[in-house]
């Protein structure tokens, strides 16, 4: 019952976190909007938690290794993402390139520093799970989360935060990654041509979306398969569209599919009236 309702309140946040990302294409306000929405589902979580207790100790080890942490990882994740961005420099490639290297440094010395717990989690290990994801346990000698006594007894392990932390940084480490490569290559475009500075994506990612969809059906590209177009997309206006085939169901569920592409439609137009009067 607990993994049952536990999955489907994960999809509801990735849900929302999908939709908030298509829709709000100024980053800092998407970002503050992602990590309220997280806040909310784990308050959610929480509350689930403490009306239902685990019938064994194998469904608690599963709560506080398996649930918990994916959902406070989330949290981790968009507001050390909005933290990087709201510091990050103004300036050119190589400062901010600086900057994103130097937070991946960051990141580094944090699995460094939890070397054995982070080679736990990677291999998958399970025979200390009795200490680090029940309740009720503190080993000072496997290193427990120093925050620990502060931490609510009934919804916190001696090392589920922790974890949170560590599948939250992989998520940092593979954003600054990508960050770092599309600033390479948006500096090589900038070097060949100047006239192609900052020639981002201003809208949001719903709209381009409608475009790809409506240059896949009318075979604008001939017969480039829809995952090339957006590939080729992604590229040409720096930006990462995500998962976009979940994102189809989403934009034929609203009341008007193609939103932009009637807007769009709408400013074509009026500019063609302009030009004949």
Known sequence: MIAKFC??????????????????????????RSVRLCLRYLQKLKDFCKTHEPASPAEE????????????????????????????????GATVAKYYQNEIRVLKHFFESNLS?????????????????????????LDPDQCMIDFDPVFSTSHDHKLAQVIAHELLQHYLEQALRTVGRRESLVQADNDFQD???????????????????????????????????????????????????????????????????????????????
């Open 7 to 32: 999955d489907r309140l994960f999809a509801d946040l990735n849900k929302d976190l999908n939709e908030v990302t298509l829709e709000e294409h100024e980053d800092m306000r998407r970002l503050e």
């Open 117 to 141: 717990f982070y080679q736990y989690v990677r291999t998958q290990g399970c025979y200390l799970d009795d200490y680090y994801f029940l309740r009720g346990t503190y080993d000072i000698h």
């Open 61 to 92: 080890i599963n709560f506080f290794k398996h649930i918990k942490p994916k959902f406070k990882a989330q949290l981790i994740f968009y507001q050390s993402l909005l933290n990087i961005e709201s510091r990050k420099p103004v300036g050119k």
């Open 199 to 277: 020639f981002d994506w201003k809208q949001t990612k719903c709209a381009l979306i409608e475009l790809i969809y409506s240059w896949h059906a009318t075979e604008a590209f001939g017969k480039k398969s829809l995952k090339s177009i957006a590939r080729f997309i992604e590229r040409s206006f720096n930006i990462s569209l995500g998962n976009f085939y979940d994102t189809y169901d989403w934009l034929c569920g609203r009341p008007s599919p193609t939103v932009y592409i009637d807007e769009m439609k709408a400013a074509f137009l009026m500019r063609v009236q302009k030009k004949l009067k």
